[in-house]
């Protein structure tokens, strides 16, 4: 009953190396999500795709990049990992409004950034 | 730009007895969500709501959605210890102008822990 899996639940990473966070989704969602959770923060969009290869900025792009050559898998590139970028990266994938209701969320990676 | 706020962000209660955790958000939205997450897990899905008025139980847990206040809050009733997590709210809003990618803008969270 897998619906959105994160490729890795734990991270370490040290600085300047550049970090690949995979998402994939077995529910043809044509819309997918990456936010970064921090304590006392809440939940905060980085980017968005509502289709492959299309791709939007969220409200905290800086620092990262996306992919989605495949419609089922959305990946987040951080191209040179800092140490503020040490958080938890939840992905979550949804259909259109019209569609459905339900937005799915992956696991989580928790990332540290030595 | 839809903003969120969640209050209390953390709420220390007693068994047994009864809270409210509200939710402000500031520009229109036409669906709210609530989630619960334990520690270390990801976000578990409470409550849609879609129209004014919407009111969703689940066991000690009741949701309501008032458009007009732009607010929706959750009530725990009798509360246990198994409810202790944070608890999220999250409106949604239209990111893309070009029509149907609608992205969630979250409260901070409200950490609950329920003592004995």
């Known amino acids: 009953d897998v619906k959105v899996t994160q490729s890795s639940r734990y991270l370490v990473k040290r600085t300047g190396e550049k970090v690949f966070l995979e998402c994939v989704q077995d529910?043809?969602?044509?819309?997918m999500f990456w936010y970064r959770q921090d304590p006392g923060l809440g939940l905060r969009l980085i980017y968005f795709?509502?289709?492959?290869?299309?791709?939007e900025k969220g409200d905290i792009p800086e620092g990262y990049s996306v992919s989605r050559e495949k419609k089922e898998r959305f990946s987040l590139i951080l191209e040179s990992a800092s140490t503020n970028q040490t958080s938890m990266y939840l992905c979550?994938?949804?259909?259109?409004?019209?569609?459905?209701?339900?937005?799915?969320f992956g696991p989580g990676t928790r990332l540290t950034v030595l | 730009e839809l903003k969120v706020e969640q209050n209390p962000l953390f709420l220390s209660m007693q068994e047994g007895k009864n809270y409210t955790i509200y939710c402000n958000y500031s520009?229109?939205?036409?669906?709210l969500y609530w989630y619960r997450q334990d520690p270390g897990k990801s976000l578990e899905s409470l409550f849609v709501?879609?129209?004014?008025?919407a009111v969703k139980q689940e066991g000690r847990l009741m949701a309501s959605l008032d458009t007009k206040a732009r607010l929706s809050t959750l009530h725990i009733t009798a509360a246990v210890h198994d409810l202790s997590a944070t608890y999220f709210c999250?409106?949604?809003?239209?990111?893309?102008?070009?029509?149907?990618?609608?992205?969630?803008?979250f409260g901070k969270g409200t950490h609950l822990i329920i003592q004995p």
């Open positions: 979550a994938s949804s259909f259109p409004r019209e569609t459905d209701l339900s937005w799915y």
């Open positions: 529910m043809d969602h044509e819309n």
């Open positions: 795709s509502y289709d492959v290869k299309m791709k």
């Open positions: 520009t229109t939205s036409d669906r």
């Open positions: 709501l879609l129209s004014n008025g």
């Open positions: 999250a409106a949604l809003f239209v990111m893309y102008s070009g029509g149907g990618a609608d992205g969630l803008t």
